[in-house]
Structures are given as C-alpha cells and as structure tokens.
C-alpha cells in the first residue's frame, strides 16, 4: 500500500508508505496503482521506497516532517497584490466586439 499526497501550487506529487494516520487530500492506493500512477506534465514526482512486504521503508519521523512540509506549503497564503482599477469608460463610446453602445434621445 502506498500514500498519494499533492501540492497544486507547486506542481508537486509525493508517492509514499502508506500513512498511518488519516490526512486529508491524500489517496491511499495498493502497490500495483501506485508503480503506474502518474503526474500530469510539468508537475514533479517524489517517490520514497516502498516495500513489498508493506513494513513502512521510511521512519515515521521523516514521512511525517516531510508530509507536513508539502501540506504547509499547499495551505499557505500568499499575500495577492491589489488590482489596479481601469480607468472610466465613457458609455457613448464603448465598444464590444462588433456591437458599439449608442446612448438613447429622449
């Protein structure tokens, strides 16, 4: 068994022993899905060991910190930069596309 983790934000997959504590976002997955999983293009890849017998290859410690660095990651919040504001459009003369705006003669 095998433990599928992600980070969208940094187009990052980790593919590990299977957890043995439930974490949200991950897909536990059997030996056989987890040798043919795949990444889209682009994305990043992390396999650690995995064991036939399903003893855990890595010390917990090391998952662990490991699997908390990459939720760390996926869960913060950077800071968005304020958009600027268009400048005003005068609605006599705005166009869209091939349709132009007319103001209406009372």
Request: charge should be negative; proline fraction near 9%.
């Amino acid at each position: 068994m095998a433990t599928l983790t992600y980070v969208y934000a940094d187009q990052t997959a980790v593919l590990g022993p299977l957890s043995e504590r439930a974490v949200p976002g991950a897909f536990d997955l059997c030996l056989d899905h987890a040798a043919r999983t795949s990444v889209p293009r682009g994305w990043e890849v992390i396999r650690l060991p995995l064991e036939e017998d399903h003893r855990v290859a890595v010390p917990d410690d090391d998952l662990l910190a490991l699997a908390d660095a990459v939720r760390e990651v996926g869960l913060r919040h950077d800071e968005v930069p304020e958009p600027t504001p268009a400048p005003p459009v005068d609605l006599a003369e705005r166009r869209v596309g091939h349709l132009r705006l007319l103001r209406t003669v009372d």
